[in-house]
């Protein structure tokens, strides 16, 4: 009170005053509804169940991912996922080095290149013979069965005119030329080395001399005695050697011909093959992230059943209610669905990329993911001001629950991949794989895993809770009596302060009522002046002096 007269002494404005108060206690009682909060909390064990179903659920959208992308290199018959261009179009020079676009749906690359390198003969070593031809130049030695098909409806020559039907381009040739085995087909091979534009009628021994030579090799190279055909064989003049040029090279235009359109159709069957493979994935990958926004909205649904359940007014409206909710709030929280759906969906592209491993990936990343956020929350801990003025041993209590959380979870994600594997050998029955979720020894793992390290983890925040729970009651009472005092001080002030004001309400009411008969008494003495002054005007003295004496007795 002494202050607050000081206070007045210094014009000190008791309205600000009592306003300060005012909000003071406002806080106060704020302050203490919070401490009766905090109150409620203390002992109440640290739940890990949203925590372990946060864990169960990831892991479930894991199995989702993985399982579309796996169902999917199943149904790409064995092959990953493979979006690049050289994974679908098969070019000649990859070919040639044995790369295989192998992911082209269309047409079977593998198989060309094996059936092509079955028809030259083998060294011990698995690499290919080879022998050096009249030009100096290394060629693969074919194996006799690999010209059987160019032969088995060739068109013969004539006996009479001691001629052969020759292929123009030979069918070693043909055989040799990597273009021609990887973009067309033994049939295309075989039908155009035996079409009109590449049998070629000639002198039988014009034939056998040129054997499975180029036309130009044949005729500009001399063999092993030097002697070049139109220097062997007399009926060999510049006319017929003109032909057979002629001949060779309306063959190649066409041979050229037919290649580029093999080339060509490798290419357009590249493209079909990563649009299809493409489809196929995206196919696989939506109904992994339909799966997942159905049980996601399952789960939500679920959640609501149970409070259903749990509420005193059960009937078939509240149901429906219920439900109504569960919907509005799976569409409220859409846009997190929507994310998760997209990580389901990145998932199985990755598992379709990389293969089953990537399950493994995942759950190793789930664990790391897991100790990296315990420590995050452990340092946030210390750092957080509010816990300075904790003693060390609450602080190591508190830092060994974060720690046993996340050890938690990283035990539900061992122990569920260890009793996966437990039960798959112990009981082959339970490999069997439901689609998109796993097999059910996956599904158990997962449940029983996540059970077990979650009831050790209870126990474990619980022991610790025992610790701490004492410390921080006694606080917190003695934080809630010392703030109850405060505002019992408060409370004084504002009473104090308002008492204060009435005081100087009377004060100045009083100071204003002496004013107003100050005031009053003045104007009468006035007044009264006045008429006497005026008066003496118009009277005699004796009139006056009457009059005065009059007023003198009012």
Known sequence: MNQLQNEQNNDFNLEDLESQVTSDLENSFEDLEFLKNEELKIG???????????????????????????????DNKGLNFDPRKSAHTQTTYNFAKGKIAKNNSEIDYQKRYDDHQAKFQKNEDGTIKTFTDRTGKSKEVIEKRARDSFDKDRPTGSREKKTDMDHTISAAEITRDPVTNAHMTQEEQVKFANSDKNLNEMDASHNRSKSDKKMEEWLGNPNANGQKPNEIF?????????????????????????????????????????????????????????????????????????????????????????????IKSFFKDFKRHLKQAGDTFATSVATAVLGPILRTIKKTWMFLKQGWKSLKEAINYVRNP?????????????????????????????????????????????????????????????????????????????????????????????????????????????????????????????????????????????????????????????????????????
Do not use: C
């Open 234 to 326: 007399d009926d060999l003049d510049k006319k017929k050697e003109k032909e057979y040029r002629k001949k060779d090279k309306e063959a190649r235009k066409e041979f050229e011909k037919q290649k580029q359109e093999g080339e060509n159709k490798s290419i357009d069957a590249g493209e079909k093959s990563r649009i299809k493979e493409s489809s196929k994935m995206a196919k696989h990958g939506l109904r992994a992230v339909l799966m997942g926004l159905l049980a996601d909205l399952l789960k939500t649904l679920i959640k609501k059943l149970v409070q259903w359940f749990k509420s005193a007014s059960k009937n078939f409206n509240t149901f429906i209610d219920h439900m109504k909710d569960a």
């Open 386 to 554: 509010e816990n300075k003025n904790k003693s060390l041993s609450e602080i190591m209590l508190n830092i060994s629950k974060i720690i046993i959380g996340g050890l938690t979870v990283g035990g539900a994600l061992v122990l569920g991949e260890a009793i996966e594997k437990g039960l798959t050998v112990s009981f082959p029955v339970l490999a069997f794989e439901i689609p998109l979720l796993g097999s059910i020894a996956s599904i158990i793992g997962i449940f029983l895993g996540s059970l077990i390290a979650g009831l050790i983890g209870a126990l474990g925040l619980n022991m610790i809770d025992r610790f701490i729970t004492k410390k921080q009651l006694k606080l917190n009472k003695s934080q809630q009596s010392n703030k109850k005092s405060e505002i019992i001080i408060k409370q004084n002030q504002l009473i104090d302060v308002k008492i204060e004001t009435l005081d100087q309400k009377k004060e100045k009411l009083s100071n204003r009522i002496e004013k107003r008969h100050k005031d009053a008494e003045d104007y009468l003495k006035n007044s009264a002046q006045r008429i006497i002054n005026n008066y003496k005007k118009t009277n005699s003295n004796n009139d006056f002096d009457d009059l005065f004496g009059e007023i003198n007795n009012l």
């Open 44 to 74: 109440d064990p640290v739940s890990i169940g949203e925590t372990m179903e946060n864990v169960i659920w990831e892991q479930f959208q894991i199995a989702i991912g993985t399982n579309a992308g796996e169902n999917f290199i199943e």
